[in-house]
T-cell receptor, first 117, second 109 residues
Framework: GAVVSQHPSWVICKSGTSVKIECRSLDFQATTMFWYRQFPKQSLMLMATSNEGSKATYEQGVEKDKFLINHASLTLSTLTVTSAHPEDSSFYIC?????????????FGPGTRLLVL | KQEVTQIPAALSVPEGENLVLNCSFTDSAIYNLQWFRQDPGKGLTSLLLIQSSQREQTSGRLNASLDKSSGRSTLYIAASQPGDSATYLCAVTGNMLTFGGGTRLMVKP
């Protein structure tokens, strides 16, 4: 199946710093990428949807000025957590979809664990 | 808004048992349903994908069924093993991909 990578796999940072997470589709072009957040013992919650070359669409309750998403190419999307705080500590997972149709399969990255001290 | 519920939230069984995990969804207008496995601190591993026109999919000891009209899916695990211990998530694709809360499975040796 298609491969999606994330980098870094884990990161520890001080409160107030910004952290950038990369999501890459390695063997296909991803017209749409998704960013999810997962708190301990909870399910995945969609944060935002990004289409290559356009602004991301954020889910209700997700601060777009805090979670900056850039989908500059068909194989790379980045999520930047600006001025991170301890409550932003979570597991961030991206997924990528090759086709434009909603029914197309999403392929998930391995996740990035963020710990903000 | 689609809601996906998984029951039970947690399950502990002895090795060798056959078991069933349940997933229900409120909006039957879906394209497909997926079952994922997630190990602690890890990402998602896709297990089975059932298209809306299909009724079941099988892979090894896993069998997933889909009854779209009643908004239900089940994941059947035969002859469970300790290595099956993980959280199992179902997700339905409608207007968006919506995840259930997961079932944490522990298979005891």
């Amino acid at each position: 199946g298609a491969v999606v990578s994330q980098h870094p796999s884990w990161v520890i940072c001080k409160s107030g710093t910004s952290v950038k997470i990369e999501c890459r589709s390695l063997d296909f072009q991803a017209t749409t990428m998704f960013w999810y957040r997962q708190f301990p013992k909870q399910s995945l919650m969609l944060m935002a949807t990004s289409n290559e070359g356009s602004k991301a669409t954020y889910e209700q309750g997700v601060e777009k000025d805090k979670f900056l998403i850039n989908h500059a190419s068909l194989t790379l999307s980045t999520l930047t957590v600006t001025s991170a705080h301890p409550e932003d500590s979570s597991f961030y997972i991206c997924s990528a979809r090759g086709g434009a149709g909603i029914q197309e399969t999403q392929y998930f990255g391995p996740g990035t664990r963020l710990l903000v001290l | 808004k689609q809601e996906v519920t998984q029951i039970p939230a947690a399950l502990s069984v002895p090795e060798g048992e056959n078991l069933v995990l349940n997933c229900s969804f409120t909006d039957s207008a879906i394209y497909n349903l997926q079952w994922f496995r997630q190990d602690p601190g890890k990402g998602l591993t896709s297990l089975l994908l059932i298209q809306s026109s299909q009724r079941e999919q099988t892979s090894g000891r896993l069998n997933a069924s889909l009854d779209k009209s009643s908004g239900r899916s089940t994941l059947y695990i035969a002859a469970s093993q300790p290595g099956d211990s993980a959280t199992y998530l179902c997700a339905v694709t409608g207007n968006m991909l919506t995840f259930g809360g997961g079932t944490r499975l522990m298979v005891k040796p």
